[in-house]
């Protein structure tokens, strides 16, 4: 094992250890709040926008402030109602079995989290350096990667060439090389000349 198999092995150890730490319910809930508050943000932001016009001159500061407003209250409203019912869990006696099945979900996001860096690497030359062949661990999450890719939409999946895969233009992943055009003029007259010359 090199440095990233320790690091990989870091990522899943930390996940693993606070999805015990808070159990499955609160872990699925803190991920339903942070989809809410992006969903709310993105939405509603334009009329926190008009709101806050007799105040802020700059359109893309005020749909900014009004975008962090709304991603922040909703989180916190939505995290106090986590923090009831981890209450509540620990209270009906389940939260051995919430802790254990919430193992099995910090295991499953950070085998996730390493796949989705393994796709990140994969748009870069990174995946054909000596240390990523080199990994005891890195093959495994790349397989993964490969099945995710074919998932994702042609421009982006186009973008991604992962260990023994080369590029489509040397380094610039995701670049087709134009075809040249053909000569034309005194260009073609002189390219004419010297093939007649090099005939026998």
């Known amino acids: 094992m090199i440095w990233v198999d320790w690091v990989i092995l870091i990522i899943l150890g930390v996940s693993v250890l606070v999805s015990v730490f808070r159990g499955l319910a609160r872990e699925v809930l803190?991920?339903?709040?942070?989809?809410?508050?992006?969903?709310?943000?993105?939405?509603?932001?334009?009329?926190?926008?008009?709101?806050?016009?007799?105040?802020?001159?700059?359109p893309s500061i005020r749909?900014?402030?009004?975008?962090a407003a709304?991603?922040?209250?909703?989180?916190?409203?939505?995290?106090?109602?986590?923090?009831?019912?981890?209450?509540?869990?620990?209270?009906?006696?389940?939260?051995g079995t919430d802790r254990s099945l919430g193992m099995l979900f910090g295991l499953a996001r950070g085998i996730a989290i390493v796949t989705v860096l393994v796709l990140a690497a994969g748009t870069t030359l990174v995946p054909q350096d000596p240390w990523w062949r080199e990994s005891t661990?890195?093959?495994?999450?790349?397989?993964?990667?490969?099945?995710?890719?074919?998932?994702?939409?042609?421009?982006?999946s186009g973008l991604i060439r992962l260990s023994g895969e080369a590029p489509t233009a040397p380094g610039l992943p995701g670049l087709i090389p134009l075809p040249m055009a053909p000569a034309t003029g005194q260009g073609a007259a002189a390219g004419d000349a010297v093939r007649s010359g090099a005939q026998p």
Do not use: C, K, M
Request: without cysteine; glycine residues 10%.
């Open 70 to 95: 709304l991603f922040t209250t909703v989180l916190l409203g939505l995290g106090l109602v986590n923090t009831l019912v981890g209450r509540l869990i620990q209270g009906s006696g389940l939260s």
């Open 137 to 156: 661990l890195l093959h495994h999450f790349e397989r993964l990667a490969i099945e995710v890719r074919g998932l994702l939409p042609e421009p982006v």
């Open 30 to 58: 803190s991920l339903l709040a942070w989809v809410a508050a992006a969903w709310v943000a993105f939405e509603y932001a334009p009329l926190g926008d008009a709101w806050l016009a007799p105040w802020v001159p700059a």
């Open 63 to 67: 749909l900014l402030l009004s975008g």
